[in-house]
Each structure stands twice: as structure tokens, then as C-alpha cells.
């Protein structure tokens, strides 16, 4: 029994078998269906090129839709974008970003599918609030709305991105040993870059402790992302020294608003500055005054006794008890105005009037106890602080160069200023106007040091110029060529089928002494073609020389053999 073997085909070399699949490529492209589909293919394959960098370089700007937000609302608001056709992305901050001009619409779809879900649901709490719950379980969910309704009332200011509120509000009690008040902490987290100044810190404390009944402002707490503490103690969030700065600074700042509003139309704006320091008198101040009226004195009570002569001016004698027997004397009817006459006798039943004294009286002693009502005036002054104890108030108007200003225009506008300030001289107020040129600013120095191509047009100019390049590229490099190819290969044909018609079939001229091609003359004529010298592929080069150059005569030939032709 013989075995034979068959020898193993010899190995080709490396550089034979990377050159086949070479050589496949070359053997399918020269194929004539594909070559004549090329054209078309390299023209798809330009267009789509030039799609791609312009929709690469024309691409909307994007703007943040969400931050901050859960993964599993991410994946709902991103399948709720993809369902309507709006283009989304995620940045490296975790931030869904979308286009510029598909921003309001993106969100009016989540805010309509309610994304992002995890975003707290205020009082829609209690709507979920199931039926014959306990009264702690509804207190505790009542609080959690509240709390979530602060947090979004607080989210509403610009400069806070994300708020949480944490209230402690203890249970009614009917002692009043035993109530206690209720208080509250707030926990921010701000913008990147941004600061909440004081009387946004204020705003909050105040919001917070108008929210909650009987929550005071002083039991109010607020920290930033940070950890710092942003309300101070002190009533109402600010200490006594704050008080008095901030009071100085509105007074101040209502002045400087009064003399922008006076000078902005009469000098323009930017062309001054005017700055105001108001000493005011923040110190309250009470007084009481006690004052007597010393001559308008008046008896309030008198107490004594004092001894004097007889009433008739004779001194005393007799036997004493005598004359308490003696009866009186008869009386006499007088009128008011008419004097008794001396020994005249009374009418009966007229009424006695007794005798006027026969002198005055003669006091010897006397001793009283007087007490005088004296007059009282009581008054009482309370200044209150806010008043203005001197002001000083400096105006710098922008000389233009050239054009300097004139004292009568310097006195008017300082008048003007004292006017809207209200000057008073016996304060000892300050008024001064000085013109001047102005030095440029530090932000227009670096403004003008910027180059050219730093400025914002430029980015937009460039990337619509660069788009409107790439569209010429195509259509110049990549259309017109292959438009043309496909308008030569149309003619060729009608060519080569009169150059048959006339002299046989058309193809590359090849001269048979040299095998180079026939270059046709730039003139042929009837002469030349008639020539019997020429060999067959020179005159087929002829003929399609004289149809290129003639083609109106070389239509009338073809005409006239078709009718030569027909029967």
C-alpha cells in the first residue's frame, strides 16, 4: 500500500498576502457597475461629510435643565425627553442639560408628567392621608407640609438652590408653667459663588417665624452648606451695633438715590459721583421738669386766733355780767342806700340795724397757721433717634477734556445739591462740587487691552463663517467635479455613437508605430478626414476631433445617412 502526500501549497509572503485583499479591492472597484456608481457614492459620502462638521459646529448652545436630582429621576426625565424628541445630555456635574431653544419646552412636558418626582409635595401630603390615622401621625404629617412648604417658599430666592426646614413644635399644654415655644432651623445651600447678604438672612428668619404661631425670630437658626451661621442673635436677627450701621446706611443711601435722580438728567449718566456721610443722632433721650408758680400764691387753709379792742372804742367797766340782762336797743328799717339819721326813731316792726361802729377795731395779737396752694407745671420730653446732627455731601463731576466747567455752572449745581439734601448751615453741613477729569476704570482698561478675537462676536462669527466654509468646500470640491464627471459621461456616449455612425467605432486613438495615444490636431477638416494615409484608429481620433469642433455639421451628416438608410 503506497501513501502519497500531497505538498502543502508554498506560503506567500507578507507583503503578497497584504497585497490581495489590495488587488480584490482594486478588481471590485474597476468593475463597470461600481465605477459607474462611484460618482454617486462620493457625492452621498461629501454631503454627508459636510452634514456631520456643520451640525458639529452649529450645535445649539445647552442649558442646564436639572441639578442636584436622583438617579431614578434622571432616567424618568430622561425617557420622558427621548419620548418627545428633545435631545438631552448629562454633564460631568450630574446636571440634565438640553438645547437653548428646547428649554421651556422640555420643562412644561416634566412639569405636566410631575418630574422630578423626588422634589417634596408640599400639603399634596395630606391628600394622601390615609382615614382613621392617629392624631400623632397627623400632627407629624402636618408638620412634614409645612416644613416642605417653607423649603420651597425659601428656594424662590435667587441666590438658594436647595433649602430643608426642621421645626420643633412642642404639644399644647393648659399649664402656662408648661408651655414652651416652639423654634426652628433652616439648613441652605447656595449658589455656587453667591452669598446671602443680611436683610435676605432677615427675610428668612421672619418668613419662617411668621409661618409658625408664636415662633419668635430670636428661635429661628440658619447655616449654609458650609456650616456657618448666618442669623445672629439679637431681636429681630441683628445686634444694637448693627441696627445703628444700617439705620446710617438707609439714610445715607436715601440721599445719594435723591441726588442721582437730580443730577443724572442735567449731567448725564456716569459722568459724576456723589458720595454722603450722614452723623446721625441714634441716642433716645427723655427729660422731666417740675416748675412753680410762685406769685400766683393762693390760701389753701388757714388755723389761728388774735385778740383787739371793743367794737365801739370804749374801754371796758361796769359790773360785770350787767349788761347780758340789758336788752337790746330797738331797731330801725333802713335801706341799702340810705344812712340811719342820728336820734331817729324806728317805725314799728321795722327791723333794728344796729349801729355802725364808733371806730375801728384795734387788733392786739394774732396767730394763725397758713397753707398756700402753690401752682405745679409738670412737662415731660422724649427725643427719638433718627435725626440728622451734621451732614457732608461731596459731588466729582466728569470734565471733558477741553471743556472745562465755569463757576457760575459749579455754583448752580452745588445750589442744587443743598436743595436736595436739605443744607442747613447752623449744623454745620458740608456741601462740595469739584470738576474733574476722570481716570478710565480698571474693567474698561482691561476691556480695551482684550484682543480682538476675545470678544463674544468673535466665537459666533467664527462658527458661522467656519459652517458657511465647509458648505463651499463641498459644493466647489466635491458637487461640481462630480457633476461635471457625470455631464462628461453623458456627452461621451452621444459622441462615440456619431463617431461610429461616421467612421466607426470611438475609442482611444493608439498610433501603431509608437503605441502612444492620437492626439487629434486642434482644426479638423473634411481634407483630413478623406486622407487615405491615416489608419483606422487615427481617423476614428478624426472624426471624434471634427465632431468636438462641428457639431452642428457633424448632426446634418448623421441625418443624412439616416435618410440615406431608410428605405
Known sequence: MSTSLTPAPPSLP????????????????????????????????????????????????QRILFANVSDADKAAISSALEGASIASAIDASGSITVAEDDYHKARMLLAAQDLPKAHPGGYQILDQLPMGVSRAVEGERLRQARETELARSIEEIDSVAEA??????????????????????????????RVLGDAQVRSIVNLVASSVPGMQPESVTIVDQMGA??????????SAGDTRIDFQRRVEDKYRTQLNQLLTPLVGQGNFTAEVQADVDLDENQATRESYDKEGAVVRAEQGAWTGSSKDGAAPGGIPGALSNTPPPASTMVAPNQQPQPGATPAPGAAAVPAAPAGPQQKQTDSFTRTYETGKQVSVTR?????????????LLREEPG??????????????????????????????????????SPAAELLDQRPWYDASWVALAARNGTALV?????????????????MKKREEPASDRLALAIGGPAGPAVSQEEGAPFAPPANVSIDMLEARGNSYDERVGLVRGFTRDNPARAALAVRDM?????P
Not at 471743556?403 to 456741601?431: H, S
Open 562 to 566: 439616416i435618410k440615406a438608410d431608410a
Open 14 to 61: 507578507a507583503a503578497d498576502r497584504l497585497a490581495a485583499p489590495l488587488q480584490q479591492v482594486r478588481g471590485l472597484l474597476a468593475q463597470p457597475a461600481v465605477r459607474r456608481a462611484m460618482p454617486l457614492l462620493l457625492l452621498i459620502g461629501v454631503i454627508a461629510a459636510g452634514l456631520l462638521a456643520w451640525s458639529m459646529v452649529a450645535t445649539s448652545p
Open 229 to 238: 451661621l448666618l442669623s445672629k442673635s439679637g431681636a429681630g436677627g441683628t
Open 403 to 440: 471743556k472745562p466747567r465755569g463757576a457760575v455752572e459749579i455754583a448752580q449745581i452745588t445750589q442744587l445739591v443743598r436743595a436736595a439734601v436739605g443744607y442747613d448751615g447752623n449744623r454745620a453741613d458740608q456741601v462740595t462740587v469739584v470738576s474733574r477729569k476722570f481716570s478710565p
Open 164 to 193: 430643608r426646614v426642621h421645626l420643633a413644635t412642642p404639644e399644647a399644654s393648659a399649664f402656662v408653667r408648661d408651655r414652651a415655644a416652639p423654634s426652628a432651623s433652616v439648613i441652605l445651600k447656595l449658589q455656587p459663588g
Open 383 to 395: 427725643a427719638m433717634p433718627g435725626g440728622v446732627k451734621r451732614l457732608s455731601v461731596a459731588v
Open 470 to 486: 465647509i458648505a463651499l468646500l463641498v459644493l466647489l470640491l466635491g458637487v461640481r467635479p462630480l457633476a461635471k464627471g457625470l
